[in-house]
Nanobody, 123 residues
Framework: QVQLVESGGGLVQAGDSLRLSCAAS????????MGWFRQVPGQEREFVAG????????YYADSVKGRFTISRDNAKNTVYLQMNSLKPEDTAVYYC????????????????WGQGTQVTVSS
């Protein structure tokens, strides 16, 4: 089992950058594929980015490709989401999630979730 805690959200202006962090408990962090999702009230949780267990493979939603970068540090049990050139439409609660084996974009396929961190981008 793994517990996840996100941090780094906040209020920024369009064009700014933010880096989200997700700290995981437990000694088996490197055995989990990690994903970042986001959710706006009244909408479904949306896949943003995923990273393989080793960090060697990543996958992004088209809406963030070229602007966001997911990375992980298995020695620190942490996954990151670097968000550049932020847009108002990036405003959402951002969640990190963990699952076994492969990167999948479906939220229901993830087993563990953090509590979320709010990102608000003003125009």
């Amino acid at each position: 089992q793994v517990q996840l805690v996100e941090s780094g959200g906040g209020l920024v202006q369009a064009g700014d950058s933010l880096r989200l962090s997700c700290a995981a408990s437990g000694r088996t962090f490197s055995s989990y594929v990690m994903g970042w999702f986001r959710q706006v009230p009244g909408q479904e949780r949306e896949f943003v980015a995923g990273i393989s267990r080793s960090g060697g493979s990543t996958y992004y939603a088209d809406s963030v490709k070229g602007r966001f970068t997911i990375s992980r540090d298995n020695a620190k049990n942490t996954v990151y989401l670097q968000m550049n050139s932020l847009k108002p439409e990036d405003t959402a609660v951002y969640y990190c999630a963990a699952r076994s084996l492969f990167i999948i974009t479906t939220a229901s396929s993830y087993d563990y979730w953090g509590q979320g961190t709010q990102v608000t981008v003003s125009s």
